[in-house]
């Protein structure tokens, strides 16, 4: 196709593998104790139950996926929670300016409130009609289309609001800031 050229951002290598990618292990679920937490610069803390939050009001997009180590995944059908749906449910409040997304093992990675709230923004517990697996981040990961893959932050638990921006995990470690992967924003 002669689109493909403008579709693959510059320096990425298309696959039809899913590979897997993270630093550390596979964390256990137990659905019992597993909470979503929205806190930080919002009217309400809001925390919800794994039913709780799996319950909320479902979409789905389909979306590439591009790791900053160059390899890049087409047409990703992700179900699950929309990123406005959460804001529309805590109030955010008007200082509020980025967030930062809190996972397991302490990771974590930013995102300004503008790049949070883009509509194809998901918090998803399926890939491509099946549940995620554990390696891909079950019960629930944030997928983060337009930026690099990192952001999309599996086995995430909450989301804080703040005011100024504050480095995650990898953008601690040298990745860039923000990562678009159609101007290379890989390394900081
Ligand atoms: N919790 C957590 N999420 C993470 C990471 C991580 O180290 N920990 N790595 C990121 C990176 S670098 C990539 S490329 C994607 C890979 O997602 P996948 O393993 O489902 O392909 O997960 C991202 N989410
Ligand atoms: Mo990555």
């Keep these: 196709m002669a689109d493909d050229n403008r579709r693959l951002p510059p320096g990425q290598t298309l696959t039809e593998k899913f590979p897997v990618l993270h630093y ?10 597993w909470t979503f937490r929205l ?5 309400e803390e809001k925390t919800f139950t794994y039913d709780g939050f799996m319950g909320l009001s479902q979409n789905e997009i389909v979306a590439d996926f591009h790791c900053v180590t160059t390899w890049s995944r087409y047409d990703n059908t992700w179900e699950g929670v929309a990123s406005s749906t959460i804001v ?10 980025y967030v930062l997304i809190h996972c397991e093992q302490g990771y974590t990675t930013n995102l300004s409130l503008h790049d949070f709230l883009r ?29 690099y893959a990192w952001k999309s932050a599996k086995w995430v638990r909450g989301v804080e609001f703040i005011q100024d921006d504050k480095p995650g995990f990898w953008e601690s470690n040298g990745y860039h800031n923000h990562g678009d992967p159609w101007t290379e924003e890989r390394f900081s």
Aim: charged share 20%; hydrophobic share 40%.
């Design 24 to 33: 550390g292990g596979i964390p256990a679920f137990q659905k019992e104790s």
């Design 39 to 43: 806190f930080g610069l919002v009217e």
């Design 88 to 97: 529309d449910l805590c109030n955010v409040k008007a200082s509020a300016k």
């Design 119 to 147: 509509k194809d923004v998901i918090f998803a517990h399926s890939h491509d009609g099946k549940a995620l697996t554990p390696e891909h981040g079950f019960p629930l990961r944030l997928v983060v289309p337009h930026l």
